[in-house]
Every structure is written in structure tokens, then in C-alpha cells.
């Protein structure tokens, strides 16, 4: 674990908070009268406030993206692996903001948040959310943090496709957009682990058609199932194999105690799901993972994503990772060649690495290396 006082961490931070009460109108037709951004921020604004770089979460994701909240918090931020001094994303160099998305549970307005309509959680009837509603609110803060451009906008799985989003929906107010195991729209096989994930939260009797946040209750067996679902296919089989292998937890073929064997990848499910159960929203992710499914970049440009990135005025870093098999390089491909066809400047990086779709979370050199390259240029172009 990196020390609070490692040179290479931004070490403790402080969340803040951003009101905003003028309406935002919603790709769905709703509109939120008024919403709050939780958000972090990690080294400093420049005099010409060209160094801010705009960190977008993925699915599970929020502002906590590095450092400390405390002394005694155990686990740096979620991306803490290439934000910091001396890192990919170096906190020396840029001003870096992480938020988290509206619709979220870990601050910003989301189905916990009160209903100023009917003074009482909004629950299910949070209205539903596009990537470009993320866009949109996340152009507000930076107008308040008086931020006219970012170097650079970078995220990864859901992050990338609301980093490409930005590129399309405001393209004078980013210089460079990083995206990085992510695809122009998800495959069937991603729809449909997303749709089994919300049937095992649909299923629990304790979700009571999202309305359990009345109750003080939890569907924790339902969102622990989901994320079962959910982290197996962030790894790949190497990854699974390496990890785990056939070990057991408990129990022995030998001594013929067959009904109490337990297979340590069993084990480590079933606390994965019981970790994220008590953290995470049910209301949430069904939400986030439906704004995923609705993804589409090419939807409203006759379905060309060539013709969506003419639209685009940035250069682009696409990487992707071998076993990524959730985001398959295949699909980041995809996005190059339609970068490459719309004449938009891009640099491609294709990563071996046994780790799978979590790859991009972790410390493989080959991906660091390239990353922190890119963004040495960035750091120029700033």
C-alpha cells in the first residue's frame, strides 16, 4: 500500500462540494431543478489555468480517484495507481479533477438525494441519465472552477465513452481525450450481462420496485449477486487462474467432506458482493448501468461514427488491453479506425496484459510507460 507520505501520493484529501440551482435539462426530457457535484482535486490550478485535467469514473466509480480521506482509511483512491507526483497523470504538472456523476451514491445528486418536489428521497423515480447528462453538468463545474478548456479529458470503461462524449458535445473546451478500454457502443453479450446483473437486483423481495430506500432496508442479496456478475467479467480467465487457481478455502476431497468444500474464487465473490452490497446503491446502479446500455456515440450522427468524430476537434489516446474480453480491443479498434477515416489526429496503444477489463486500474509497466508518455505531450500542449 502507498504511504500518506510517499512522494508519489497526493496524499489526504478533501472532498468538496458545488451547488448549482440554475435547472439542467435532461437527455430524457426530465429536468433536475437544481443538483450537487461531490468532487476532489489534486495538485494546482496554473496562472493561465491551461493544466486541468477532467478524470471521468466508470460504472462503480466516483470522485475518490486518489490519496487519502483520512490517516486511517486503508486504501487510496481508486485510480491512485497513475495519479500523483510522478505518476501518468502527474499532480507536479496538472491540476486534476475527479467528480462524481450525477445519479451516483457517494455525494452528488442521485436517487438517495431529497426530492425537492416531495421532500423525501427520489428513490426509483430518479429520473434517467445519458453520458452527455454527465457531460453537461461537469461543463457547469467547470465554468465554476473557471476552467475554459481541459488539457486533457481522460476516462476508462464507462469514463472513456463519457471522455468521447465530451469531445462531440463541447469540442473547443477539451485539447486531448484519453480513452481507454472502452467501445463506441456496448455488444449484445455486454447488454445482456448488464440486464442479468439488474434481474438479480429486480429478483430480491427486499428491492420492492426500488422503493427498499423507504423502508431502511437493503436488497443486499440482489446488488450482491449483481456485482458477482459484474467482477467476473472484469477478469480474465488468466487472471482468474492466477489469482486463485482450484484452491480451496475449506473442506478436502481426500478426507470425503464433499458438502463443505469451498473454493477460494467462491470465497472471494461472495465478499466482493458483500463489500459493494453495503457500499454501493441499488437504485444506482440500475441507473448507471442502464445510462451504459443507452450508450450510443454514432446514434444521432445517421449511426457513422465517422461522421460523429468530424464534430471532434482534440487528439485522442485509445488503449486497450489483450484480455480485456468485456471491452475487447476489437472495439477500441473501432474507434480508431473511425478517428482515422474522420481525419482526427490519433495515437493507439494495445497493451498485453493477463488482468483483463481491470487492467486499466492497475500497475503494468507496458501501460504506465505509454500513458505517461502520452501525456508528457499533453503536459506540453498545455
Known sequence: MT??????SVGIVQPQVARFDDPLLLACGRELSGFELVYETYGQLNASKSNAILICHALSGHHHAAGYH??????PGWWDECIGPGKPIDTQRFFVVSVNNIGGCHGSTGPKSINPETGKAWGPDFPSL?????????????????????????GGSLGGMQAMR???????????CVVIAAALKLSAQNLAFNELARQAIFSDPAFE???????????????????????????????????????????????????????????YLRYQGSQFSSQFDANTYILMTRA????????EYEN????????????????????????????????????????RPVTYAEIQADEGHDAFLMPIPRYLNAFSAYMQRVGGDS
Not at 70 to 75: A, D, Q
Not at 222 to 234: D, F
Request: proline share 3%; with cysteine.
Open 3 to 8: 504511504s500518506r507520505q510517499d512522494s508519489r
Open 70 to 75: 483520512s490517516e486511517s482509511e486503508r486504501k
Open 130 to 154: 445519458r453520458a452527455r447528462d454527465w457531460v453537461h453538468s461537469q461543463a457547469r463545474l467547470a465554468d465554476r472552477l473557471g476552467i475554459d478548456c481541459w488539457a486533457a479529458v481522460i
Open 166 to 176: 465530451w469531445s462531440l458535445e463541447y469540442p473547443d473546451r477539451l485539447k486531448h
Open 209 to 267: 420496485d426500488g422503493n427498499y430506500i423507504y423502508n431502511g432496508t437493503v436488497p443486499s442479496q440482489g446488488l450482491s449477486l449483481a456485482r458477482m456478475v459484474g467482477h467476473i467479467t472484469y477478469l480474465s480467465d488468466e487472471a482468474m487462474a492466477n489469482k486463485f487457481g482450484r484452491e480451496l478455502r475449506a473442506g478436502s476431497f481426500e478426507l470425503g467432506d464433499e458438502d463443505n468444500i469451498e473454493f477460494q474464487v467462491q470465497s
Open 292 to 299: 451504459l446500455d443507452y450508450f450510443d456515440l454514432a446514434r
Open 304 to 343: 457513422d461514427p465517422v461522421k460523429a468524430f468530424t464534430h471532434a476537434s482534440c487528439s485522442f489516446l485509445v488503449m486497450s488491453f489483450s484480455t480485456d474480453w468485456r471491452f475487447a480491443p476489437a472495439r477500441s479498434r473501432e474507434i480508431v479506425d473511425a478517428l482515422i477515416a474522420a481525419n
